[in-house]
């Protein structure tokens, strides 16, 4: 078998989400558990707009989903203790050898490195669950990783972070070899692209410690989009640099030195919380458009619009207030799994 990983930007089959259920991400008062009810049902129906969604939902939430999410977006039940489905839900890949084939990573999860606040271990099953209900083979891995850790093009080129991978709260016994040996068996990547750490919020006590996918993504071969941190009262300024001085030195499989394309953050430079992580680069590609994280600013929203539009031709932006999303700790593309189509 020749497992791998498509472009986020190849056709979908459809896109696997994960509906909030109570817990430490839902938030400890009504208010602030319907802005995360409300913040993942408008991604959901913003996909459905492109290609079908079907949302996992835990048995508690049955009736308040099939109310807000209604008939666009199908509906499964499973428990789940957490509902970041990028991360504990399965990688999709395909079999160049066996065309029509379907695949299914299942990733050790572990929440992020196990700390003291997750829970995770209904979650960690979920990805055997949707294997199971798309007909997908399984591919077993004893690798603690989550989908929002890599990024890939679909020829090779994979985007990591040493933080995360080589977390020794993940994978204690892990090195690089044992890694980039996993990460090809699995979703055929043969050119890893360490990222040496992610911004600076994501390594708080509720962060990740450093996923990609808040970084940079490959938009079209030999391409990057790059978050950009423009304020240098703000750490990710210089963050961003660093990071792009280092992708600057490395190409994609194919040998090519990358296009570098800025992708500006915000403007706004903190929270209650302290400094934002508040990233365009989170954004999930769907058949036909791009669902993007907005956060209330006119000009920013615009101009990181322009830039996506830019990225993926033929493709329209639609942006969803992602505000609620990321003070809980991702954004649009962390709360999303694409199926990708294959045909016979």
């Known amino acids: 078998m020749s497992w791998r990983m498509p472009a986020e930007t190849a056709d979908h089959e459809r896109t696997w989400m994960a509906f909030p259920r109570a817990g430490i991400t839902l938030g400890d008062d009504a208010a602030s558990a319907e802005e995360a009810y409300r913040a993942w049902t408008d991604v959901a129906h913003a996909v459905a707009e492109y290609e079908p969604v079907t949302m996992v939902v835990d048995p508690s939430e049955r009736e308040r989903a099939a109310r807000m999410l209604g008939s666009h977006v199908e509906q499964v039940e499973a428990p789940l203790d957490e509902f970041w489905m990028r991360d504990f839900g399965p990688t999709f890949v395909v079999d160049d050898e066996r065309p029509g084939v379907l695949g299914a990573v299942d990733w050790t999860f572990n929440g992020w490195g196990d700390p003291a606040w997750s829970e995770w271990r209904k979650s960690a099953e979920i990805a055997r669950f949707v294997a199971e209900c798309t007909g997908a083979e399984l591919v077993s891995s004893v690798l603690v990783n989550e989908g929002g850790g890599i990024h890939v093009d679909g020829d090779g080129t994979v985007l990591l972070t040493e933080t995360v991978q080589l977390d020794p709260r993940r994978n204690p016994y892990a090195d690089r070899a044992r890694v980039e040996a996993e990460l090809a068996r699995t979703i055929g990547a043969t050119h890893p692209i360490w990222l040496p750490r992610g911004l600076t919020r994501d390594y708080d006590e509720f962060g990740t410690n450093g996923h ?43 040998g090519r030195a990358w296009d570098i394309v800025e992708l500006p ?3 706004t430079l903190r929270d209650e919380e302290g400094f934002v992580d508040w990233s365009y680069v989170n954004h999930l590609v769907v058949n036909g458009g791009i669902v993007a994280c907005g956060f209330g600013e006119e000009r920013a929203d615009a101009e990181a619009t322009e830039i996506l539009e830019a990225a993926y031709p033929g493709r ?16 649009i593309h962390c709360i999303t799994q694409q199926q990708p189509a294959v045909t016979a």
Not at 219 to 226: N, V
Not at 231 to 249: Q, T, Y
Not at 316 to 331: K, L, N, W
């Open 212 to 254: 990609v996918d808040i970084v940079a993504t490959i938009p079209s071969p030999g391409r990057l989009l790059l978050h950009t941190q423009r304020n240098p009262k703000h750490p990710d300024f210089e963050v961003s640099r660093e990071l792009r001085a280092f992708l600057s030195g490395t190409t994609d499989a194919a």
């Open 265 to 267: 953050a915000p403007e």
């Open 316 to 331: 329209r932006v639609t942006m969803v207030d992602s505000r609620p999303i990321f003070a809980r700790g991702g954004g």
